[in-house]
């Protein structure tokens, strides 16, 4: 009986559960809310498309509208966050780049000092400017030795003061700044203290803005509540989608959208309309989608073209559609505040779709044509009231409608993938909008179509090493490589990028950079030092030359008062950077190797995958150190079974060692070969180890301070007659 009864109950709770769930017909799909259905076009074998009528906006409108409703209840939502002065500035934060620190345009390697003018001049006049920057010290770098990410930041030249000055210098130009955290960052060395308060008094002492959460859906509220007790407040921007109760100190978010031809709602933004969000989609080629989506939305854009060290520049062709619909936006900011906002509202031409946003007595709509051609004439019905005037803001026109019922019917042109912009206001605009449409008269005088839209990668040149003066008998320390024909055969191992143009370096064979490498090349004779450069050997260099780099923070780290550790002569001399390398090398009349030199020295003309062979043997390097403290490298004679073919030592598994440098207009590569015997457990997402002799690293270059690494030696060679 008590089974019969309890049955029964389960029975009526099963079909009550509907009733208890939000009851909606449009629930969104991870951050973006269907379009009404009646969009979606379908062909005759699926029962063929209907016309959007009026009532079908109506019901979606009212249906996501009670969806917003009773979420808030559900969550409890407050958005007292987004009221506190220290907050307000990330609303009309709608241009936000992510910043490569080894960016040329950002920092000069050959003058020492940072160059945010330079950076922000370029990005006025290629795309018109930005309002908040993502400036990123970390990943892929991190993780070549145990530096965490504070350590990162405190490594860029002239450490947190040098840093400090550079942020200040961003917020002179109106442009606030935001770090990143990554929460992967389990495995380097322990910050001593809480990862909120680690992350709350770095800022505080850079004078940054905000923090992006990398890869985390939702940055929890610790980390805002450790901001606010320290006294410097702090944006927080995850990269990927919060839970909705999150939206409530989360005040800014990535949005990774899916892009169809029909425009979707951005689920937080319509939470909450004081919430910003940047779209990214960091490999778009072109940009249509991002910009078309974000001026919809009354959103923002994440305008990432340095990926990683990667170039996706972006084009003319969406640089000045870039400039276009920023200017509007940052003019009519407030709008995209609006508790009334209306997306969807109905347009006449199939494919123009546009947003309302009403504010006090004034309305502007922001319209997008996903059409591949152009659309002209009638564009939009407005309920007509006798004294409002309307105004083409993308245009920077008044127009005048025709008058169809009780209906204002406006007229204007979009061209293909274009913009529309309209205002609907009493008496005059005032002066912010009236100097808007001088603006962007100017600017559409131009069709967007002027404008090229093809993309290039971008070239990349190899950094020329000299010659040195030819040896004529074997010198001292070294081993002869002799002469021969060689396939050289390598993979970049970038973690990210795949196989797409600009992965990677360009060799001075290749027309363009990619991962994938294979070239038969003659290798005149050269001889190669054994071991790697010791610390006894870089004791001897600095005794005879007095040598002391300008940027010397990080030189030499592991050594105290001019010595290094107490059995530390024989070990590779680490915390050296490529310049001080070539020091080095300068003065014992030799140079650094080119990387195939470096290849073929250890891999001899069989193709072997390690020097010893052709399988994996651990006991043959130095056993890994998966530790968050770095024990050293061994000794640079310690594993003879290691040898190359030419009896070259300690090729894999000791210390990463410096070869070639790739320059492009924007970033710098050095190329890493050997790996090292330091491996931080706990991601990914590290500095991948090149063990093989067919693969590599590269290194994005920045200054001295930052290069110079724990883990990272070198070895020189010698020209032979």
């Known amino acids: 009986m008590r089974l019969s009864v309890f049955s029964t ?68 939502y407050s958005n007292e966050r987004y009221q506190q002065p220290a907050f307000k500035w990330a609303q009309s934060a709608f241009m936000q780049p992510q910043l490569m620190v080894q960016d040329r345009y950002f920092y000069d390697p050959v ?20 309002d908040a920057v993502l400036i990123w010290p970390t990943y892929p770098n991190m993780g070549i030795d145990n530096r965490n990410q504070h350590d990162m930041i405190r490594s860029m030249p002239g450490g947190l003061a040098g840093v400090r000055q550079m942020v200040a210098d961003f917020h002179h130009r109106g442009v606030h700044v935001l770090f990143p955290m ?88 319509w939470l909450e309309p004081l919430h910003q969000v940047n779209i990214s989609h960091r490999w778009n080629r072109d940009k249509t989608d991002d910009l078309q989506y974000a001026f919809f939305n009354g959103e923002g854009w994440e305008s990432w073209e340095n990926i990683w060290g990667i170039w996706n520049g972006i084009t003319p062709g969406d640089g000045e559609a870039t400039r276009r619909v920023a200017t509007i936006e940052r003019a009519v900011a407030p709008f995209f505040a609006s508790e009334a906002w209306q997306p969807f509202y109905p347009t006449h031409r199939y494919g123009a779709f546009a947003s309302k946003w009403p504010l006090g007595k004034q309305t502007v709509w922001t319209i997008v044509n996903r059409n591949e051609y152009d659309v002209a004439g009638r564009q939009i019905s407005i309920p007509y009231t006798q004294g409002l005037r309307y105004f083409d803001l993308y245009h920077g026109v008044e127009l005048t409608p025709e008058h169809d019922g009780d209906q204002a019917v406006l007229s204007f042109s979009m061209e293909a993938h274009g913009y529309g912009a309209l205002l609907e206001t009493a008496g005059e605009p005032d002066a912010q909008i009236a100097g808007l449409m001088g603006k962007m008269k100017q600017m559409t005088a131009t069709p967007l179509s002027s404008y090229s839209h093809e993309w290039k990668p971008l070239a990349q040149q190899l950094v020329d090493i000299a010659k040195t003066e030819p040896a004529g008998t074997l010198p001292d320390g070294m081993v002869k490589i002799p002469a021969a024909d060689y396939l050289f055969k390598v993979e970049g191992l970038e973690i990210e990028g795949f196989n797409d143009a600009g992965v990677d370096v360009q060799y001075p064979w290749e027309d363009i950079p990619r991962r994938y490498h294979e070239h038969t090349m003659h290798i005149a004779s050269f001889y190669i030092d054994k071991h790697s450069v010791t610390n006894a050997e870089f004791k001897k260099f600095l005794d005879a030359t007095q040598y002391h780099p300008k940027d010397d923070l990080n030189f030499l780290r592991d050594w105290k008062d001019g010595r290094y550790p107490d059995g530390w002569g024989n070990k590779s001399v680490t915390w050296v950077s490529q310049e001080d390398a070539r020091a080095y090398a300068k003065w014992a009349g030799k140079r650094l190797p080119h990387e ?126």
Request: overall charge negative.
């Open 182 to 269: 990554m929460m992967w960052d389990q495995g380097t060395r322990d910050p001593g203290m809480s990862w909120p308060q680690a992350i709350a008094e770095t800022m505080k002492e850079i004078g940054a803005d905000g923090i992006n959460g990398d890869t985390q859906d939702g940055v929890p509220l610790a980390f805002s509540l450790a901001a606010d007790k320290s006294g410097h407040p702090l944006v927080f921007e995850p990269e990927g989608s919060p839970s909705d109760e999150a939206l409530a100190w989360n005040v800014l978010t990535w949005g990774q959208y899916k892009f169809d031809f029909v425009p979707m709602v951005d689920r937080f933004h």
């Open 111 to 130: 003058a020492g000092k940072y160059t945010v003018d330079r950076y922000l001049d370029d990005l006025e006049k290629r795309y018109g400017g930005i």
């Open 596 to 721: 195939w030199e470096w290849q073929y020295a250890a891999q001899g003309t069989d193709g072997r995958i390690y020097p010893w062979g052709n399988d994996w043997d651990a006991s043959k390097v130095p056993a890994p150190d998966r530790g968050r403290t770095m024990r050293g490298p061994d000794n640079v004679d310690a594993h003879p079974a290691g040898a190359s073919p030419f009896e070259v030592m300690d090729m894999v598994g000791n210390v990463w060692q410096w070869t070639d440098e790739y320059v492009d207009d924007h970033t710098r590569g050095g190329i890493l070969r050997g790996g090292s015997y330091y491996q931080p457990q706990g991601s990914v997402w590290y500095f991948p180890q090149a063990y093989r002799n067919d693969q590599h690293g590269k290194l994005l270059l920045m200054a001295p301070s930052y290069d110079r690494s724990g883990a990272l030696g070198f070895r020189c060679v010698k020209d032979a007659e």
């Open 9 to 76: 109950t389960l029975a009526v709770a099963l079909l009550t559960l509907p009733a208890l769930a939000q009851d909606t017909h449009h629930a969104p799909v991870g951050q973006q809310i269907p379009s009404p259905e009646c969009f979606v076009q379908k062909g005759a074998w699926q029962g063929g498309s209907k016309p959007c009528t009026p009532q079908d906006f109506d019901a979606w409108l009212k249906d996501i509208t009670h969806w917003r409703m009773e979420r808030k209840i559900r969550i409890g």
